[in-house]
């Protein structure tokens, strides 16, 4: 059992390029979402999805879309990255919603130049 | 103000003292208050998971709700140097569960042996 798996775990962007961030989790949870974690800010939620083909915004979601094709898979995409979007990205799942807690990956570090 | 507030700390304690970590929040609908553990370059794992007030003991943590002060509590009994990690409160908004949770930004602990 794998859990939650995010890759890559490092990445350097140049403002303007566009990448995927991808995540998959093998526990069948039907609840996926994205958060960035950054100094003195917390976990902000960027985009979210209660099951496949359906998806929504969070807190944060300028410049990044997501898809939810199956129930597996999760990707984050940056249309065109700017220094703004540097910081920790992870990818959390969750059987349900009430009275089930999140199971996170263990992080992409993102830097924009 | 943010919704929840959370003492960045940092904080360092002794081996084997106990340790009380805090949060409060502005929304009176939260009603699911859970505690994670996020060690360093990981991602959080969720330590505890309350609902309404009231205490919840497991091992050597103890997590506290009192709604009417909107305040939650984390009690570690017995700290040891594995404890040494950022605790983030986090808190479901009114009509959503996990899928919107609401976190703070986290206490950074240290344990000295």
């Known amino acids: 059992n794998a859990g939650v798996t995010q890759t890559p775990k490092f990445q350097v962007l140049k403002t303007g390029q566009s990448m995927t961030l991808q995540c998959a989790q093998d526990m069948n949870h039907e609840y996926m979402s994205w958060y960035r974690q950054d100094p003195g800010m917390g976990l902000r939620l960027i985009h979210y999805s209660v099951g496949a083909g359906i998806t929504d915004q969070g807190e944060v979601p300028n410049g990044y879309n997501v898809s939810r094709s199956t129930t597996e898979d999760f990707p984050l995409r940056l249309l065109s990255a700017a220094p703004s979007q540097t910081s920790v990205y992870f990818c959390?799942?969750?059987?349900?919603?009430?009275?089930?807690?999140?199971?996170f990956g263990s992080g992409t570090r993102l830097t924009v130049v | 103000q943010k919704e929840v507030e959370q003492d960045p700390g940092p904080l360092s304690v002794p081996e084997g003292a106990i340790v009380s970590l805090n949060c409060t929040y502005s929304?009176?609908?939260?009603?699911?208050f859970m505690w994670y553990r996020q060690y360093s370059r990981k991602g959080p794992e969720l330590l505890m998971y309350t609902y309404s007030s009231g205490n919840k003991e497991d091992g050597r943590f103890t997590a506290q709700v009192d709604k009417s002060s909107k305040y939650i509590s984390l009690f570690i009994r017995d700290s040891q140097p594995s404890d040494s990690a950022t605790y983030l409160c986090?808190?479901?908004?009114?009509?959503?569960?996990?899928?919107?949770?609401?976190f703070g930004t986290g206490t950074r602990l240290t344990i000295i042996p």
């Open positions: 929304n009176s609908a939260f009603q699911y």
């Open positions: 959390a799942s969750s059987r349900g919603s009430i009275g089930y807690g999140y199971t």
């Open positions: 986090a808190m479901n908004p009114p009509n959503f569960g996990n899928e919107k949770l609401t």
